[in-house]
């Protein structure tokens, strides 16, 4: 079997970076790589979500403390 990364279709099998098909880079990537979710923006949402909570004092609250 011939293994490749971006070689097309005449390959037998192809090496991806999970970061890429996830799309945890926003700012690159490479040409052969077919992205199936858009993990940064996920991620950014979130991280700003909790973010805003800590600061306004709703997170954590009696729910999420022993």
Do not use: M, N, W
Not at 21 to 46: H, M, N, Q, T
């Amino acid at each position: 079997p011939t293994i490749g990364i971006g070689a097309g279709v005449q390959c037998d099998g192809q090496v991806l970076v999970l970061h890429d098909i996830l799309g945890l880079c926003e700012k690159y990537s490479p040409k052969f790589v077919k992205r199936y979710a858009d993990a940064a923006a996920l991620i950014s949402g979130a991280a700003g979500d909790y973010i805003r909570e800590v600061k306004a004092g709703t997170f954590p609250g009696d729910e999420h403390s022993f």
